[in-house]
Nanobody, 126 residues
Framework: QLQLVESGGGLVQPGGSLRLSCTAS????????IGWIRQAPGKEREGVSC????????NYADSVGGRFTISRGNAKDTVVLQMNSLKPEDTGVYYC???????????????????WGQGTQVTVSS
């Protein structure tokens, strides 16, 4: 089994930045891509970004608009989501998720995902 733990959420003002981290543990060979998915209150979950386990070609949701960057962290099995120029509409619970679907260096933000973290709250407000 694979375990995922998110960290880095918090309260920021519009235009601010936040750095989220996702660390995988357990059977870390049992995934090929990691994605970030967010959910605002009363809304459906939305894929934000994803990256393959090899650090290949990441994908981003159109709503990100070039403001976010996903990358492999320096620590083993760690993925970082750098969020800049945050907007109130970015508010939500951000989940880290892993996919067992092999697509080589590619990934899709929609998944499918098979392992999920507990989520971390991101609030953008004045």
């Amino acid at each position: 089994q694979l375990q995922l733990v998110e960290s880095g959420g918090g309260l920021v003002q519009p235009g601010g930045s936040l750095r989220l981290s996702c660390t995988a543990s357990g059977y870390t060979s049992d995934y090929y891509a990691i994605g970030w998915i967010r959910q605002a209150p009363g809304k459906e979950r939305e894929g934000v970004s994803c990256i393959s386990s090899s650090g290949g070609r990441p994908n981003y949701a159109d709503s990100v608009g070039g403001r976010f960057t996903i990358s492999r962290g320096n620590a083993k099995d760690t993925v970082v989501l750098q969020m800049n120029s945050l907007k109130p509409e970015d508010t939500g619970v951000y989940y880290c998720a892993a996919s067992r679907t092999y697509r080589g260096p590619y990934c899709t933000i929609e998944g499918p995902y098979h392992y999920w973290g507990q989520g971390t709250q991101v609030t953008v407000s004045s």
